[in-house]
């Protein structure tokens, strides 16, 4: 990956972030590597969801704040713009209808259920699609090893109590 096209990605590959949005939905941020990330939902509606392994694009926007973009198989576009240094993150969802419609099918891990998810977003509906913006603040910051398969390991469910709410 050319570092004059995406900036320099050190400062946010191996990053592991707990953040919390302000109506208290909470997610869970693992970027993998230069492409790939993987995520979990804490608590909210769509508690259920992870992946371990989610193509993504990241870019270095500038010092330590950096935008990563991705396309769930659920077909919801995600951006994430996170200020590592100022502890904060904003984020931008598309929802396709058929998911606010039918969320069962995608609080699971994507990639042990993609024939259910495939099957349930191409029978749509796809429109409208549903905007949400949100800002929150970053509860937990770590870096890890690169590709750390221990990092988001489980589903949500089967965490530790009071992991969503650890802080550093």
């Known amino acids: 990956m050319s570092t004059a096209l995406y900036g320099d990605l050190t400062g946010i590959v191996g990053m592991h972030l707990i953040y919390a949005y302000e109506n208290g939905w909470k997610y869970e941020l693992y970027v993998r590597n230069s492409q790939t990330i993987a995520f979990r939902c804490l608590m909210g509606p769509m508690f259920g969801r992870w992946s ?44 396709p209808q058929w998911m606010l419609d039918h969320p069962e099918f995608t609080l699971v891990r994507y990639e042990d259920s993609l024939e259910e998810i495939l099957r349930a977003r191409d029978a749509g509906p796809t429109y409208p699609l549903t905007l949400v913006a949100s800002t929150g603040r970053i509860t937990f910051l770590a870096s890890r090893a690169q590709d750390d398969d221990t990092v988001i390991d489980r589903p949500p469910n089967k965490l530790p109590l009071g992991y969503a709410d650890r802080t550093d």
Do not use: C, M, N
């Open 52 to 95: 371990t392994g989610q193509a993504a694009k990241i870019v270095q926007l500038r010092d330590d704040l950096f935008k990563l973009a991705w396309v769930e198989p659920t077909g919801t576009t995600t951006v994430v713009i996170a200020w590592l240094g100022e502890r904060r993150v904003h984020t931008t969802i598309s929802y």
